[in-house]
């Protein structure tokens, strides 16, 4: 999605998934912003001849054509069992075998990236992964990559409604 007011300019990126491939969308390269229907006739003149239109539909590579090349070695989902002042302890099961048990961790907060900081709270469910990176040019990283969950949290009211509209739900079907 574009936006931009008479002020300022203010451009928003956005990446999507469609069943195809990743679109990632831009805008256009000139400095004035160019509607974006398609549909539209923009006349030509020696004083417009620095604008220019592009799809602002750009697709990105899939993973499967991407030169960069990722070998998980081991993941675990975690659940936050305390945070402190510079570190967390979790509750880790591993999901690459699961008959191995359950394993209590100690991370820094500094594994965990700044868009995840404010995910971080007594409870909250993540993934850890752990691999090696083959880049285009040979070299092999190792890589260790916690996500957290951002799934919605809903206070004690909330659920019991739920709850509630699906008794109501039940009943109604029950009725007949």
């Known amino acids: 999605m574009l936006a931009s007011t008479p002020s300022q300019n203010i451009e928003i990126g956005a ?38 239109r592009e799809d602002v539909l750009v697709r990105l590579p899939s993973l499967r054509e991407s030169k960069w090349k990722v070998r998980v070695l081991q993941r675990w989902v975690g659940r936050v069992e305390q945070v402190s002042a510079d570190r967390f302890f979790a509750v880790l ?12 961790v100690e991370l820094d907060l500094n594994e965990v990236s700044e868009s995840d900081l404010s995910l971080l709270a007594q409870g909250a469910t993540f993934y850890w992964s752990i691999g090696y990176r083959d880049t285009p040019g040979g070299q092999r990283e190792r890589i260790s990559t916690l996500r957290f969950a951002r799934q919605p949290r809903l206070s004690k009211a909330e659920v019991n409604r739920i709850f509630e509209q699906a008794d109501h739900v039940a009943a109604l079907l029950e009725s007949d």
């Open 93 to 104: 099961s591993d999901a690459t075998s699961s008959r191995n048990p359950q394993e209590q």
């Open 15 to 52: 990446l999507f998934r469609w069943p195809y491939g990743e679109f990632l969308v831009r805008s256009p390269k000139s400095e004035e912003r160019l509607p974006l229907d398609p549909n539209m006739v923009i006349r030509a003149s020696p004083q417009g001849q620095h604008r220019t």
